[in-house]
Structures are given as structure tokens and as C-alpha cells.
């Protein structure tokens, strides 16, 4: 059985938390061991209740039995969908089913579209309008379009009487955090680096919206006292810690001295290049973080993501494989170019047998990127004193960029 939390998180409103730790692969691409979990919220008013998100499909049935510990299932009156991907939306044929399809779905007008391509049903449903304002039993509710964090349809809603915003994937992070709420400071240190993965790996590809939307609710002039996100924990002591970690996220601010290391070896060959890169950067105070594809580590490309959005610069070691680059150091090349796309700087190493990697080739996969390659340098089979040289000078060059 996996672990639920029912919580009040401020006078009426309740925090219905699943623990996942089935999911492997999070959108069937991402390796999670650390597990995820799904945030529910229900606001109880005079009118009827108020449900915002629901659980992936796997826990409907625990959803809906959970549910009913907080609200007769009869007082539904309405539920918002802030998004509508299936790790949320999930349950939503189930509450609707248990619930005699009688409250009414409020969201994004292409919520409405994507609800009835999923799940093939036609709820009662009203689309809300950006910044629109309701009030249910006595209670205000503010809807406020979030595009892109990370789908079209993405919104939120602040409970005005609270102080809080319910912010679905915004503001979220992988991991079954020990708390439900930011109150203690190791949980909160333990579960940052998990934000920084999910931010990146899921909302990455639309990162300038981070910012922008982000910008949005500033300018909103809103007090927000609480955020309360779809994933992982909920902030009431210092919801600001959040907003700024996703901000810094958003606008891939490097942390001084981290550079990102990546590489293939297949046989310890190209690795020797790369501890000469490893060992130069070191010397020049730097702090390095690197990830391997061998035979005996396979890298978590989420991990690889998570730790390019705030490196100060990139090396990336690829062994030439069947006359092109080793795949798994492509694919994720593919991907960094897909959800980090920063201006930060990048040195190749090319280690080859019998056919260097042409220099277009290693540019085309960085095309219409904003990475800037600072330098290639190609090495055949293990490093030569010579070829030690040039890969110093590659570092050098990298290091001079960053500085720039
Ligand atoms: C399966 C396999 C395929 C390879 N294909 C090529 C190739 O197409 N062209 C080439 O120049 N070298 C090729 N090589 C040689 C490697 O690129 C070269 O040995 C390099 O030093 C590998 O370093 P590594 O073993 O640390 O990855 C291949 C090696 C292996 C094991
Ligand atoms: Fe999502
Ligand atoms: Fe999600």
C-alpha cells in the first residue's frame, strides 16, 4: 500500500498526498528512484467543496476512499483541473464516476479538449477565464493562467481568504519528501536537488515561462502566504524559497565554480582524456560534477539536466561509436540542447580510432542552441603527451569563456 497523508493545511482547506514509489520512469523517460508524490487539495465551503487535481490512474480507487475522509463525496460541487496530464487528471473519471458526474469541472478552455481525447468523457465543465474570480461559499478563488508550466492549459488558483497558491507542476520537485510541509531544514536541503531535477527534466523545454509567469503573479500584487504544488512539499513557512529556487532554475543561474562533466568510455580509453580534463579543472579551483556512461555506471540523464541548469560551464566526452557519436552521450547532448538551452560554455572531446567525428557533425547537434562550443579537440585512443596539451588548452579556453 503506498503511503497517504491527509492534512488541514490552513483552516479549510486539505492536502490529500500520495506517495508513488511504483513509478520508475516518470513520463515513461525519466528514471526516479527517489519516487514522486501527488498533491490533491480540497477546500470545504458552505456551498459544497471545492477539489483541485486529483491522483495518476493507478490510485483512483485509493483516491476516491481518501477523499471521502475529508468530504461526503455528495458535496462536490466543483473540480479544477490546473492540468491535465494523467499524473494529475488521472482520477478524474473515477471522482466523476463516484460522484453521479454532478459537480461541475472548472479549467483551461483546452482542458475541456484534452479531457474528453484521454478519457473519452464529456464532464460538465466551465472554462475559466485568466485572473477570473469566483466565490463559493463565502470563499474567493482567483484563477490565474500559468501557459506552458508546463502545457498550454496549465493554471493555477490563489484562495484569497489564505493567502494560498495552488500551483499544480509549478513550484514542484520529485521525491517522498519525510514532511508534507517546508517546516524543517533538513528536509527541505535533502529535497531541493529533487526540485532541480523535476524543474528542469519536466518543465525545462519552457523554462523562459518559469520566469515569465513568475513575473505574472509579482505583478499580480498578491500576498502569497502559501504554495502549495501537485508534487512534493508544500511551502507555508517560507514559500519564497520556492518561488526564488524556481526563478533561479528558470533563468539557469549558474553556481560559481560547478562545472559538468559527461562522458563515454566504453574501455577506459576516452576516460584517461577526460581526468586530464578532470584534474586541470580541479587544479584551477573548480568543482566538477561528473556523470559517465560505462560499463559499469549507465548516467541518469534527469540527473545530467539537473546538474547543466546551474553549471557554470560543460565538458562532454564522446566516443566515437559505428562513425558517430557514442548514443547515449547523443541523446543526451538531444536533450540538454531540449531543456537547458543556456548560453553557457561547452568543450568536446572527441576520442576516435580510426575516424574522427567531423567537426560538423559535433556542431550539428548542438544547432539552434545557445550553448557556445569554446572548442573541439579530437583524440586518438589514449592521450599523447601532445594530445594532453591541446585537451589543457581546450580547458583553458573554457575557463577563459566562463570569466568572460
Ligand atoms: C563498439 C565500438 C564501435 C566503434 N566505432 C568506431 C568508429 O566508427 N570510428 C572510430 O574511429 N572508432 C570507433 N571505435 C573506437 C573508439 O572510438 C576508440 O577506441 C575510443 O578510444 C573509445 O574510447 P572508449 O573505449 O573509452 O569509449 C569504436 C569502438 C567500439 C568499442
Ligand atoms: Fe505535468
Ligand atoms: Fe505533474
Given amino acids: 500500500m503506498p503511503r497517504v497523508y491527509v492534512d488541514k493545511v490552513v483552516g479549510d482547506l486539505y492536502i490529500l498526498r500520495v506517495d508513488d514509489d511504483e513509478t520508475r520512469y516518470f513520463e515513461a523517460l525519466w528514471s526516479i528512484p527517489e519516487g514522486v508524490t501527488y498533491n490533491s487539495y480540497v477546500l470545504l465551503t458552505s456551498e459544497g467543496a471545492v477539489v483541485f487535481d486529483t491522483w495518476k490512474h493507478i490510485y483512483a480507487d485509493l483516491y476516491v476512499e481518501t477523499l471521502r475522509r475529508v468530504v461526503d463525496l455528495r458535496d462536490v460541487k466543483y473540480i479544477v483541473v490546473h492540468h491535465t496530464e494523467p499524473d494529475h487528471s488521472g482520477s478524474l473519471p473515477k471522482l466523476l464516476e463516484v460522484t453521479g458526474n454532478a459537480p461541475t469541472v472548472l479549467g483551461h478552455p483546452i482542458a475541456k479538449q484534452l479531457i474528453s481525447a484521454f478519457y473519452g468523457i464529456e464532464p460538465r465543465f466551465r472554462a475559466v477565464k485568466d485572473l477570473e474570480e469566483i466565490v463559493v461559499g463565502g470563499k474567493k478563488l482567483k484563477f490565474i493562467y500559468i501557459p506552458w508550466l508546463h502545457w498550454p492549459d496549465t493554471i493555477a488558483t490563489y484562495i484569497v481568504d489564505y493567502g494560498a497558491l495552488l500551483t499544480c507542476d509549478a513550484f514542484g520537485g520529485f521525491g517522498l519528501p519525510k514532511t508534507i510541509y517546508d517546516d524543517d531544514d533538513a528536509v527541505v536541503e535533502w529535497y531541493k536537488p529533487f526540485v532541480r531535477k523535476y524543474a528542469v527534466d519536466i518543465v525545462g523545454r519552457y523554462r523562459e515561462y518559469i520566469v515569465k509567469n513568475i513575473e505574472k503573479i509579482m505583478s499580480l500584487n498578491i500576498d502569497v502566504k502559501i504554495v502549495a504544488p501537485a508534487h512534493g512539499l508544500v511551502w507555508r513557512r517560507n514559500p519564497k524559497q520556492i518561488i526564488d529556487l524556481y526563478y533561479d532554475i528558470g533563468s539557469a543561474k549558474p553556481s560559481e565554480g560547478k562545472v559538468l562533466v559527461i562522458y563515454s568510455s566504453m574501455y577506459g580509453i576516452q576516460e584517461k582524456s577526460m581526468n586530464v580534463v578532470v584534474e586541470e579543472l580541479r587544479a584551477r579551483g573548480f568543482k566538477t560534477v561528473i556523470h559517465r556512461f560505462t560499463d559499469r555506471e549507465q548516467a541518469s540523464l534527469g540527473d545530467v539536466l539537473a546538474d547543466a541548469i546551474d553549471a557554470e560551464a560543460i565538458v562532454i566526452g564522446i566516443s566515437t561509436y559505428d562513425a558517430a557519436p557514442f548514443p ?77
Wanted: charged residues 30%.
Fill in 328 to 404: 547515449l552521450v547523443e541523446l543526451a547532448i538531444k536533450l540538454l540542447v531540449a531543456k537547458v538551452n543556456a548560453e553557457k560554455p561547452v568543450l568536446i572531446i572527441n576520442t576516435f580510432g580510426w575516424g574522427k567525428l567531423s567537426e560538423d557533425t559535433i556542431k550539428s547537434l548542438f544547432s539552434s542552441s545557445r550553448f557556445r562550443i569554446v572548442d573541439i579537440v579530437s583524440v586518438r585512443g589514449a592521450p599523447q603527451r601532445s594530445d594532453v596539451e591541446r585537451i589543457k588548452q581546450g580547458v583553458e579556453k573554457l575557463v577563459n569563456s566562463i570569466r568572460k
